[in-house]
């Protein structure tokens, strides 16, 4: 999948971490076998690795969809993780209001929606299809709550109570977390949209898969798209911060789920 890159020069200027702000000079140079794109990727000891610049996500298209569309057995991989975690969710928590992240194809809301969730998508992608409730943008600026004329507001709710906020009872992100260009705000916002007893659930690269893999084995180096690889334990780290309670933290090496060598998660926020 991946080389280390010949043109990767020995004078390493440090970068500092976009999560804990040490600077490390610890660094991949990375020539991707199938693209040819080269990229420097910075190895931090808080347990992340991160690019040296910010992807500019302009691969997000038409031809972007389509390669998710028209994999093979794509629906069956795209939708194991919500067969698998479906039923502990449901547990958790009482409402079966569900936002997916990132969602490319909304394999994983369809079948949500068979289980009798209400359902929203956000996808940065312009090419997204679907209206109602799929909103098209940026998950990290978007502007969640609802579009209401405050006269129709004052007559719903009284002029006392002027204030409505979206809540969801589970965010669904399943790999995009990699994508983000500030990951901690983005778990910020999820913590704040998510009612009061509201799960989280993140799939996202395993760096930790490196030490078992190689470098070269690490399928994950996609310098268009990924900005922060995370370890498990900086990612459980970073939630317990925000006062997010940890349900389930597993590594996954098994081709049944949309990716490999990642980390599932499970998080709900701590309402006791």
């Known amino acids: 999948m991946v080389a280390e890159s010949k043109e990767c020069k020995i004078g390493i200027i440090p970068k500092c971490c976009p999560i804990c702000n040490v600077s490390t000079n610890n660094v991949y140079c990375i020539e991707e076998f199938d693209t040819g794109h080269k990229a420097q990727w910075y190895n931090c000891q808080c347990g992340v690795i991160f690019q040296d610049r910010q992807p500019k996500h302009e691969c997000y298209d038409a031809k972007y969809l389509a390669f998710y569309e028209d994999a093979k057995d794509g629906y069956k991989h795209n939708i194991h993780a919500a067969r698998t975690y479906a039923p502990i969710i449901e547990e958790l928590t009482y409402g079966r209001m569900m936002l997916d992240v990132g969602f490319a194809i909304p394999a994983s809301m369809k079948y949500f929606e068979d289980r009798g969730w ?80 509201g799960v989280l659930y993140i799939s996202t690269p395993d760096i930790d898969a490196i030490n078992k893999e190689g470098i070269v084995g690490f399928p994950h180096w996609k310098s268009r798209e990924h900005y922060i690889l995370w370890s498990e334990r900086a990612l459980k780290r970073e939630l317990e911060r925000l006062r997010f309670k940890i349900i389930m933290s597993r590594r996954n090496f098994s081709a049944r789920y949309i990716s490999w060598f990642d980390i599932h998660i499970i998080a709900q926020k701590d309402y006791f």
Not at 162 to 179: G, T
Request: overall charge positive.
């Open 118 to 197: 209400l359902t929203w998508g956000i996808d940065i992608n312009k090419e997204i299809k679907g209206k109602g409730h799929i909103y098209k943008g940026d998950f990290q600026t978007y502007d969640f709550s609802p579009k209401i004329d405050q006269t129709i507001l004052d007559k719903l709710v009284g002029v006392n109570k002027k204030e409505i906020k979206r809540e969801f009872d589970l965010i669904w992100m399943s790999h995009v977390f990699e994508h983000f260009s500030d990951p901690i705000a983005a778990l910020k916002k999820a913590y704040n949209l998510l009612s009061f007893s």
